[in-house]
């Protein structure tokens, strides 16, 4: 299961690679980036 973001209205969209379908379910949009891997944080210096 792929899970992608909504640009627009920042839900969780379900992408259906069989039919290779990406809509949003809330807003319609088609356009959807991935979500950032929750390792990317950034670290903070130590004084
Ligand atoms: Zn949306």
């Not at 973001?5 to 959807?32: A, H, M, T, W, Y």
Request: net charge positive; aromatic share 4%; proline share 9%.
């Amino acid at each position: 299961m792929s899970l992608y973001i909504c640009v627009f209205c920042k839900s969780e969209v379900d992408v259906d690679l069989v039919r290779n379908r990406i809509q949003c379910p809330k807003c319609g949009s088609r356009i959807v980036m991935k979500p950032r891997p929750p390792a990317m944080k950034k670290r903070v210096k130590a004084i």
